[in-house]
Each structure stands twice: as structure tokens, then as C-alpha cells.
């Protein structure tokens, strides 16, 4: 608590002084006022994505309604007009790029739920057989391959539950496996034109871009392939990079998750020394818990209830069906899991009778219906900053969680877990019924890690249909004129209307904050190309870089966008960036379209600490540490850099 009380203040300094500076600055400069005031909304921006001082789509949608009140506030302001025109403000809900990603959404959840996952981890537990030098480079590519067509952290998701059963089937360590996949799943989002946000984004930009600029200096929108190379490039680097040194950097460690779901507590020992149980104990009249509520005897006794049973027949069984506040009863019996130290204790304390086996509940926490499970909370789940108390977890969700790994630590029942304000990241021990677990599989608060457990497969009959419809988009984008929205959204439809995806999956399927960061920071981009902020600060970069020659140029513009992606969210890395380099491109005399594809391959490079989602996202069920990223990702930049670099000059002289 110690340093999350001094972080806040220190940041507050930093804030100051950068804007005591930017005010110097200001005064003595800029230009004009409408740069001046662009350049603020920048560094704001920059601020509260680089300090994460509220979420970063809160921090977009206030920047454009900032945005759009300077319109009211012109005269206090000291300008003719607002930033942005209000009748432009809220374009980017409706660009090309937005709703390019919500059909990419979409199209990927189609593929998921027709359980084509489970085939690819069949496959390549087929001929990788159990080797670590050959599982890598399958699963590597395979990410990369299905990243390139879909968002890079949705491809992560998909594949963590098939990276966690070759794990558990192969023996090789998660944290041997997870980091490669993870890795490629970013560099996969650079083969392809709708593979990340940022390239998805940027032929917008680019158009952005034009309206400013004299016909001859316009530029042309790149096509869904144009970084293919570039891209095939980057993947074959991180996979030849793994395999050669990943003796060295990969981590192996002790904290990791595991996948298989069991009612068997040996799982639980290995990897948590947890020795949990199932016990069935019968509370009689003249015990001391009768009349005690549940949440009282599971708090103080490090115990959990799963199962009760009245005298008068009322069975509940499983974390939802039980209330924190239901009462104890006399000659109730109840069905619990904890350790055998804690189970002697429960006995001795409350002077209830432990049944020598499972007898009322034998049926009903059989392990064919219920069993314990793992789900990691997902960058953008809506319960990072809360705890499991506070939205009823046992009742909303299904789940009765034992313990928390979180750091390469694992907390247990009775230490708190259940005021602990989750994170991304977080693994949670749950134990729940196959059925409830089965649902959290479509709920984009949880990754449901846990893959072997009795559940009917997803939709496997509408495998075709998906794969029709897939190919529909994919043919419309590669042969025909129309637009890339249109293209992916009659894909993402086609599954709809045929099946392979009910109309509210679909929605669920849509990262909502994604879509509002991204609409969000489109007129910010706007403000600083048609206000002149971006020429300006061509001009300044260019007199400091300028006697460097072109190369050295784009690669400075290169390493600022990576530093910039490690601090921020990349498309504001994107939104910020690419009229800066566009304008340093015709400072310069050279192809601004390179130069912006530059900034939007370059914000992929995020590997050195884990503040991209697929890094988040990985983090807790390999039990990694930030010391292994940097370890692993240092390296991994700097590759990224150079042949980027080289396969940029090559393909594009």
C-alpha cells in the first residue's frame, strides 16, 4: 500500500513539470495558438496513457470531448474555431478502421466457437511430439498465422487454453512455451493489413493525411498484403530467435499454471502445494455451527462450501446455487473443499461428524459434473479493480475461488483473496460445475485456461460455414475494390445469419473498449494534421536529425514509436505519430507513405515489459516476472528494429 500511496504523488510531479515546461515552451516557440493548444492535448494525452491515470478509453473519450469544447471556449482560448469541427467529432465511431476491427472481432469468435482450436492443439501435439525445439516453431507460426487476420490479443486468448493442454499432455513448463506464442502473436499482427489496430488505422490516417496535402504529394492506401514480406520477415525472426537462444532467455518457472481439469488434487500439490480435498461432513443439533451463515465459517476456517443438503431434501450444489448469507441448519450436511489440517480443525471445532466418504453428494460432485478449474482475468475484463466480493462471484458467476496466483505468488483461501482487488493477468483456482465453467468460456471477463473437462464441444457442425464465410471476406478483401469494412463485416454477418454465431455472442465478441480508444483518438489525429501541429514538429525533429541520411531518419522515427508503444496504448502511438512522420517524410524528400507504415509496424514492438495486452495477458498463467521480459523482449527489440529496418529498405527502396 506503501508505494501505491507514493506513485500517485509522483506523478503529479511529473505532470507539473512537464506542463511548467510545455508552458516555457509555449511562450516562447510556438507559432500560434492552435498549435499551442494541440501541442497541450498532446502532452495530456501522452500523460494519461504513459501514467495510466485513468483507463486509457476514458482518457480517449475525454481528450475528444475536450476536443470538442474548445469550439465553445475559442474566444477564452484565443482562436478563430475549435481544434475539431463538432460535425467531425464523432466520424471515427463510423471509420473504416473501426469497424474493419469490430467484423475482425467477430470473425475470430465465429472460428473459435466451431472448436477448430482443439483440432490445431491435436495437430500439433500430432507431429511436434514432445520436444521443445519443434513444438515452438508449430505453435509460433500457427499463432502468427491466425494473428495476421485477427487481433493479436484475440489470437493469444484462443491459443492459451491449446498451449496449456500441449503443456499438460507434453510435460514441457507453460512458461517454456507461452512467451514464444505470445511474441509471435504480436509480430503475426504485421503480416497483415488488418492484423493490429495500428494497420488497420492507418490507411485512414493516410487519408487523413491527404486532405492536408498538395495533390502531387498525396499518397496512395496500401493493400492487404503490402507488409507481407515485412511481416513473414518478423515472425521467422522470433521463431529462428527461440530456437536458437531460447535455452537462455526463456524462463522456467515454478509458479506456473497448468490445464487439467480433475477432481485429483495432484495437480493442485505440484504446482501450488495445495492439498486440497473433497469432504462430506453432517452438522448435528447440538453443534456450535448451527445458525452460523456460510461466509462467516468459510472466512475464519479457510474452508469452501460447494454442497449443501437440508433434512428436508434441498440439494444445492455448486458456488451458485449457494448464497454467502444462507444459515446453517441442524442435520444439514455439507459438501467442502480444503485441506485435511483444515478439515481436522473443522471437525474439532464445531463438533460436527466427518463422513468417511462422499455419500449425499457423491452423485452431485461427481467429476464428471464438477471439478476445479483455472481462468485468468484478460486485459479488459470488466472486473480488474474489483474484487470477488464485491461483484458476488459465487452467485454471479458460478465459481468459488481457493486461490489466487498472481506475481509467481499464490495466495490462498483465508489470506484475503476475496478482497483483493483483481488484475490483469491474475489466475484464479475456482471450483465450479462443468457447466458454469462452460458458460465463463464465452464471458470476455475470463480465459478459461482449463480445456479437459466433461462439456459438449462449442458448435464443430458449423465448421463449414465458417470457414465459407471466412473465405468470402478474404476473397472480397483480396479481389475486389470494396472497401475493408464492408469486406470483413459481410464475413462477420455470414456467421451470424447461418448459425455459427448467436447475435449476442457476437456483441460479447466485440472488445468495446478497443473500438471507443480507437474512435476516440481518430480527431485528435485530425487536430494535429489540419492545424499545422504536425509540420511544425516535423520541422523541429527534422533540424535536429536532418543531417542524417534517410535511413537513419526512418529509424529514429522507428525507435521513437517503439518507446512510445511501450508507455501508451500503440494506436495512440499510431494516432500520435504518423502525421509527424509523414510531414518529416516531405521534409525530408522522402516516400511519406514508408514512413508512416514505419510508425505503424514499429508500435508492434512491444516485448520489453509487459504493458502490451498479449504480455498481460500471458503473465500470470506462466508465472512470469518483469525481469523475464526484459531479459527475453531486450533482445527481441533491438531483432525487431534491425530487420524491420532492412526488410523496409528492401521491399520499399
Known amino acids: 500500500m506503501a508505494q501505491e500511496k507514493s506513485a500517485f504523488p509522483l506523478k ?27 501541442t497541450a492535448m498532446l502532452l495530456l494525452t ?33 482562436i478563430q474555431q475549435g481544434l475539431v469541427d463538432t460535425n467531425l467529432l464523432f466520424n471515427g465511431f463510423a471509420s473504416n478502421a473501426v469497424m474493419s476491427i469490430i467484423a475482425v472481432m467477430i470473425i475470430g469468435a465465429g472460428l473459435d466457437k466451431t472448436g477448430i482450436m482443439t483440432r490445431v492443439a491435436g495437430f500439433i501435439l500430432k507431429i511436434g511430439g514432445t520436444t521443445e525445439t519443434r513444438i515452438i516453431p508449430i505453435i509460433s507460426s500457427t499463432v502468427g498465422f491466425i494473428s495476421s487476420f485477427m487481433q493479436n490479443v484475440g ?27 505470445g511474441f509471435c502473436a504480436i509480430l503475426g499482427g504485421t503480416v497483415t493489413m488488418v492484423g493490429s489496430s495500428p494497420l488497420i488505422l492507418l490507411n485512414d490516417l493516410i487519408l487523413a493525411s491527404n486532405a492536408a496535402l498538395p495533390a502531387d504529394q498525396q499518397m496512395d492506401t496500401w493493400g492487404l498484403f503490402s507488409v507481407t514480406p515485412i511481416g513473414l520477415a518478423l515472425v521467422a525472426t522470433g521463431i529462428i530467435y527461440f530456437v536458437i ?29 495445495i492439498d486440497y480435498h473433497l469432504y462430506e461432513v453432517y452438522v448435528p443439533a447440538e453443534s456450535s455451527l448451527v445458525g452460523k451463515l456460510l461466509d462467516e465459517i468459510e472466512t475464519v476456517n479457510h474452508v469452501r462450501v460447494i454442497g449443501t443438503r437440508r433434512p428436508d431434501g434441498d440439494l444445492r450444489i455448486g458456488p451458485g446455487a449457494l448464497m454467502r448469507d444462507l444459515g446453517i441448519d441442524a442435520q444439514m450436511s455439507l459438501g467442502m473443499l480444503t485441506s485435511p489440517e483444515d478439515i481436522k480443525h473443522f471437525v474439532k471445532e464445531y463438533g460436527v461428524e466427518l463422513r468417511p466418504s462422499l455419500q449425499t453428494f457423491s452423485e452431485s460432485l461427481a467429476s464428471t459434473k464438477a471439478g476445479i478449474g483455472e481462468v485468468v482475468i484478460p486485459p479488459g475484463s470488466n472486473l480488474v479493480g474489483k474484487s470477488a466480493r464485491d461483484v458476488w462471484m459465487r452467485k454471479t458467476y458460478g465459481i468459488a475461488m481457493v486461490a489466487l496466483h498472481r506475481n509467481g505468488e499464490t495466495m490462498r483461501e483465508g489470506e484475503g483473496i476475496r478482497d483483493m482487488p483483481l488484475q490483469a493477468g491474475d489466475t484464479l483456482i475456482v471450483h465450479t460445475t462443468w457447466e458454469a465453467l462452460a458458460r465463463l468460456e464465452t464471458d470476455r471477463n475470463f480465459v478459461v485456461v482449463t480445456t479437459e473437462y466433461p462439456r459438449e464441444e462449442s458448435r464443430p457442425q458449423k465448421l463449414w460455414h465458417a470457414g465459407f464465410f471466412f473465405g468470402i471476406a ?16 459481410t464475413g462477420a454477418i455470414g456467421m451470424v445469419l447461418s448459425g455459427v454465431l448467436k447475435i449476442e455472442e457476437a456483441y460479447e465478441a466485440v472488445s468495446w473498449k478497443t473500438v471507443f480508444l480507437l474512435a476516440s483518438l481518430i480527431p485528435l489525429g485530425l487536430a ?8 511544425w514538429i516535423a520541422e523541429q525533429t527534422v533540424s535536429v536529425v536532418g543531417g542524417m541520411p534517410g535511413w537513419g531518419i526512418q529509424a529514429s522515427i522507428a525507435a521513437l514509436a517503439t518507446f512510445f508503444t511501450l508507455v501508451m496504448s500503440n494506436v495512440g ?64 527489440t533491438i531483432l525487431f528494429l534491425i530487420v524491420m529496418m532492412v526488410m523496409m529498405n528492401l521491399v520499399f527502396p
Open 12 to 38: 503529479k510531479v511529473i505532470a507539473a513539470v512537464i506542463f511548467a515546461l510545455f508552458s516555457l515552451f509555449l511562450a516562447t516557440v510556438v507559432p500560434s495558438r492552435e498549435i499551442a493548444w494541440v
Open 46 to 78: 501522452i500523460y494519461l496513457f504513459a501514467f495510466e491515470v485513468v483507463d486509457v478509453d476514458v482518457a480517449a473519450v475525454s481528450i475528444m470531448v475536450l476536443l470538442g469544447l474548445t469550439t465553445l471556449f475559442a474566444p477564452l482560448m484565443g
Open 155 to 181: 489470437a493469444a486468448a484462443l491459443f492459451l487454453p491449446v498451449v496449456s493442454r500441449i503443456s499438460a499432455r507434453s510435460g514441457l513448463p507453460m512458461s517454456r512455451l507461452l512467451m514464444p506464442m
Open 245 to 273: 537462444a531460447g535455452r537462455f532467455v526463456l524462463p522456467k518457472t515454478k509458479s506456473e499454471s497448468s490445464t487439467v481439469g480433475s477432481n485429483t488434487t495432484k495437480y493442485f500439490q505440484d504446482v501450488y502445494g
Open 474 to 489: 478474404l476473397f472480397m478483401v483480396l479481389f475486389t475494390d470494396i472497401r475493408l469494412s464492408v469486406a470483413l463485416l
Open 528 to 535: 494535429v494534421e489540419t492545424s499545422g501541429t504536425a509540420r
Open 573 to 636: 502511438a499510431t494516432v500520435l505519430l504518423v502525421p509527424l512522420a509523414v510531414n518529416i517524410a516531405l521534409q525530408v524528400g522522402a516516400n511519406p507513405a514508408v514512413y508512416a507504415l514505419t510508425v505503424a509496424i514499429a508500435t508492434s514492438n512491444s516485448f520489453l515489459i509487459p504493458t502490451h495486452q498479449v504480455n498481460a495477458l500471458i503473465m500470470g498463467p506462466a508465472g512470469y516476472r518483469v525481469p523475464d521480459f526484459m531479459r527475453a523482449g531486450g533482445i527481441m
